[in-house]
């Protein structure tokens, strides 16, 4: 059964950045042809999408956090890893990963998301 | 704020049906974008719940449909059960994912 799990610190101060790791187990993630995929949560608010990456690298990113946001990959670890550069408050949120359990084929290919890790807070705070 | 609108709450008596909206535009859903539904329980992960507009994966009971018309789709929860008190997402496209402003299901 595939598994995800984030990791990362859980306080981070404003202006700095926010790293966040997700380590694939049950799965390879070069074996898959999915985009690995962050999504965020703010307390009490609403799903937000990040960005995604494929195992060899190609990423896409939401417009409104694309000059903010890095997604890599490191296959032989299985874990790909998220970069928010410039946080503040507003960056507080549940972070998870993700994987598509499949696509739609519109205009453009959508995921939908099957697997998710458990999610893991990251506050911006002095 | 999402550019998909849902309403910020619904409410039922168990055994009723339930509907959520999700409404967006010609940028999204009417562009010809499916809509997938999700459901989070409180401090967990969402659950995919329908995707394609209105396909079910396993193991979700068949209470739960979905559809979707013009710029806007729909999810139904029928014979409401209290397991069923959540939060529920839509998720569609407008120039990346997007998901929808969210529901919250109260049970009576």
């Known amino acids: 059964q595939l598994q995800l799990q984030e990791s990362g610190p859980g306080l981070v101060k404003p202006s700095e950045t926010l790293s966040l790791t997700c380590t694939v187990s049950?799965?390879?993630?070069?074996?898959?042809?999915?985009?690995w995929g962050w999504i965020r949560q703010p307390p009490g608010k609403g799903l937000e999408w990040i960005g995604s990456?494929?195992?060899?690298?190609?990423?896409y990113y939401n417009p409104s956090l694309k000059s903010r946001v890095t997604i890599s990959v490191d296959t032989s670890k299985n874990q790909f890893s998220l970069k928010l550069s410039s946080v503040t408050a507003a960056d507080t949120a549940v972070y998870y990963c993700?994987?598509?359990?499949?696509?739609?084929?519109?205009?453009?290919?959508?995921?939908?998301?099957?697997?998710w890790g458990q999610g893991t807070l990251v506050t911006v705070s002095s | 704020q999402s550019v998909l609108t849902q309403p910020p709450s619904v409410s039922g008596a168990p055994g009723q049906r339930v509907t959520i909206s999700c409404t967006g535009s010609?940028?999204?859903?009417?562009?010809?974008?499916?809509v997938h539904w999700y459901q989070q329980l409180p401090g967990t992960a969402p659950k995919l719940l329908i995707y394609?507009?209105?396909n079910r994966p396993s193991g979700v009971p068949d209470r739960f449909s979905g559809s979707k018309s013009g710029t806007s789709a729909s999810l139904a929860i029928t014979g409401l059960q209290a397991e069923d008190e959540a939060d529920y997402y839509c998720?569609?496209?407008?120039?990346?994912?997007?998901f929808g402003t969210g529901t919250k299901v109260t049970v009576l």
């Open positions: 993700a994987r598509p359990g499949g696509y739609s084929y519109g205009p453009t290919p959508l995921p939908y998301y099957d697997y």
């Open positions: 049950g799965g390879s993630i070069s074996s898959s042809s999915y985009y």
């Open positions: 990456i494929y195992y060899s690298g190609s990423t």
């Open positions: 010609s940028s999204n859903i009417g562009a010809g974008y499916d």
């Open positions: 394609g507009n209105s």
């Open positions: 998720q569609s496209y407008d120039s990346s994912p997007v």
